[in-house]
């Protein structure tokens, strides 16, 4: 009866551990995913200062979320946004628009695949 | 290289702790479930143990499942002999009242070598000998001979034995088990009469053995050299 109990002990844990995983990479990829749009637009209007400041703040955003990510996360799917958000701020800072923007798509892309690759649909389950 | 050999400590501990939570059944006789859970547990385990890119959950989450779920089954298995039969099977018997039955072994796809290799295994060297011989869920021969090739017993024989109840090892390596001494019914200080009797002490003993009865056995350690 011991194990019985432990095997609901178990099965709580999970349900908790797998919710929390599921909100929280819900949480930040839409917060991510905001930034960088925010700072897109900003660069869109030529706005080069608050593009600047919105890349910064999503490479430092990232930087912290990714700490937390990567207890639960593959760690390969983490590294290319991490690469894709670490370019956007030298590229804001010397005036790559351009480039800028189609970092920041590309960006906006990987974030809301990593949101889809976590949640628990029949696509990825199957 | 640190993050490796840290990992497999970690996933030793888990798979450690899944096995004893899982009892003591998964180490000896494994049903068909136990098989699955046993071959896939160390499958998962060695995923994030080799590749330092999947995070630990990976293997932890996976695990914990499998626990979980054969925790489940194995005590749904105790509720219902239905669910047993469905997923563990039912015992076969192979020999039945001294005949083998060809049916049941073509089900089990058991050659006749298969049987004969069993049945040696259980220390019978003719089917003749055999009454009944039956396959259980965990694959392994139960064999009952005929009452006429059956080593007679000492109820049979009308001998008395006396009960010497449990032997155990008393002393190991030096180490008094007190365990073992209330096992065999006996007391530290019938311990201490008997090493006072031996001229000797706990320490330079390596093994020593009793029984209910108060039989007992000294080996006394090697003198080092």
């Known amino acids: 009866m011991k194990r019985v109990w432990a095997s609901a002990i178990i099965f709580v844990f999970l349900v908790v551990i797998c919710v929390i995983g599921t909100n929280t990479t819900k949480k930040v990829s839409a917060q991510m995913a905001q930034t960088v749009t925010t700072a897109k637009e900003a660069a869109a209007k030529g706005d080069m200062d608050t593009a600047l400041k919105f890349s910064r703040k999503a490479s430092s955003d990232w930087r912290d979320s990714h700490e937390y990510l990567c207890t639960f996360m593959p760690h390969n799917q983490l590294e290319s946004i991490d690469q894709t958000l670490s370019v956007l701020p030298m590229l804001c800072y010397y005036g790559a628009t351009d480039q800028f923007e189609a970092e920041c798509e590309r960006g906006i892309t990987q974030i809301m695949y990593l949101n889809e690759s976590q949640l628990p649909s029949i696509a990825n389950i199957l | ?225």
Do not use: H
Request: charged share 25%.
């Open chain 2, 1 to 225: 290289m640190t993050i490796s050999f840290i990992r497999t400590l970690l996933l030793y501990i888990v798979i450690i702790a899944a096995v004893r939570l899982m009892g003591k059944r998964q180490i000896s006789e494994l049903q068909t479930s136990e098989l699955v859970v046993t071959l896939l547990i160390s499958d998962i385990a060695a995923i994030p143990m080799q590749d330092t890119g999947q995070p630990l959950a990976s293997g932890f989450i996976p695990i914990a499942v499998l626990v979980m779920c054969e925790i489940l089954i194995s005590a749904l298995m105790l509720k219902s002999t239905k669910f047993r039969r469905a997923i563990c099977g039912r015992p076969l018997i192979v020999i039945n009242d001294g005949k083998v039955d060809q049916k049941e072994m073509r089900r089990l796809r058991m050659s006749t070598e298969d049987l004969s290799e069993q049945l040696r295994q259980k220390n019978v060297f003719s089917i003749e000998d055999v009454a009944y011989a039956i396959v259980e869920t965990n694959g392994k021969m139960s064999v009952i001979k005929k009452p006429d090739k059956e080593q007679p017993t000492a109820g049979m024989l009308g001998v008395a034995l006396p009960d010497t109840g449990i032997e155990t090892v008393v002393i190991s390596d030096g180490v008094i088990s007190d365990f073992s001494l209330k096992l065999c019914n006996k007391s530290r200080d019938w311990l201490d009469g008997v090493l006072r009797g031996k001229n000797t002490k706990a320490d330079d003993i390596f093994i020593m053995t009793a029984n209910r009865k108060g039989d007992f056995n000294i080996i006394t350690k090697d003198e080092k050299k």
